[in-house]
């Protein structure tokens, strides 16, 4: 049976999720997708400057755990970069902090925008 994924805590959704070159072959190049945890990595680290500890601590996760996701997106924003494909923030296993999960007898969870269904515990 496979272990169960463990829930990150994301600050909050980027304001966009998408974003890339502007031309008119666009359409025929496959966008390269990055889950929305990889995206706070990149936040965490690069922007407000955390340590990859300081970033495991915050998003509630191990620091091997955020090595992975920020290394894997890196790969993504150098692909993108690089090979002039659009980059498409989305899905995940992810909570957004300070949200509560409404608890109810009818066993019904919440869906994060692109995200997976988190059910009820």
């Known amino acids: 049976m496979p272990r169960p994924r463990k829930w990150k805590n994301v600050h909050a959704l980027p304001g966009n999720e998408r974003f890339g070159p502007i031309d008119c072959m666009q359409e025929e190049r496959e966008p390269v997708e990055m889950l929305v945890e990889e995206y706070e990595t990149i936040r965490l680290i690069d922007r407000e400057g955390l340590t990859q500890s300081e970033a495991a601590e915050r998003m509630d996760v191990s ?3 955020v090595q992975r996701l920020y290394g894997d997106a890196r790969t993504k924003l150098a692909e993108s970069l690089i090979k002039g494909r659009t980059l498409v923030i989305r899905g995940g296993d992810f909570q957004l902090c300070g949200e509560r999960i ?3 007898g009818e066993g019904r969870g919440r869906r994060h925008r692109h995200g997976r269904r988190r059910e009820d515990e």
Do not use: D, K, M
Request: zero cysteines.
């Open 63 to 65: 620091r091997a755990t």
């Open 102 to 104: 409404h608890r109810s």
